[in-house]
């Protein structure tokens, strides 16, 4: 994750593409690995912990597991475009949004973690003993969040669209 090293860059794409062509992969998508995975069509998938969370509640059979290597850091964010026209009314919608109330009742709604203390407060054993939506500490320090790559976007992009093309 976030490497600029050509090598390893390399290495990735052939794992991946041999991947593809061992049959291993199922899907690359996200509905479509949830689909699959809810309906037993795949034994593993690449997932955000709210997808997850959605597919086992659907097929309780099912796991949620953050690698021993770590991960990538999972966020929303809401922002507002520089030169919004109703840059008060984006402010206040956020606002509602952060109520500790209102957080909860969306954690609650989109099955995603909150970071909203307030509403971490609210919520109940259900959401505090959840793994997948409240992991715990040691699991969240071995993640990483995204680095801008934006000066490798092209190099990603083309071995991406290797992996896609790949038979």
Do not use: H
């Not at 407060?121 to 997948?132: Q, R």
């Not at 801008?148 to 093309?165: H, R, S």
């Amino acid at each position: 994750m976030n490497t600029r090293d050509p090598v390893a860059l390399e290495q990735a794409k052939d794992l991946l593409i041999k991947q593809k062509q061992e049959g291993i992969v199922k899907a690359y998508q996200v509905d479509e690995t949830k689909d699959k995975m809810v309906a037993g069509e795949a034994a593993l998938a690449l997932m955000w912990s709210g997808d997850a969370q959605y597919a086992i509640d659907l097929n309780p059979d099912l796991d949620y597991v953050v690698p021993k290597e770590g991960s990538n850091v999972w966020v929303d964010a809401m922002v507002i475009p520089k030169g919004a026209k109703n840059k008060a009314n984006a402010e206040a919608f956020i606002n509602f949004m952060s109520r500790p109330d209102i957080a909860q009742i969306n954690c609650e709604a989109i099955w995603y973690s909150s970071p909203n203390a307030g509403a971490v407060a609210l919520m109940g054993e259900e959401y505090t003993g959840n793994p997948v939506m409240n992991p715990a500490p040691e699991v969240v320090a071995r993640c990483e969040y995204f680095d801008d790559i934006q000066d490798f976007i092209e190099i990603y992009n083309a071995l991406w669209l290797d992996v896609k093309n790949a038979k």
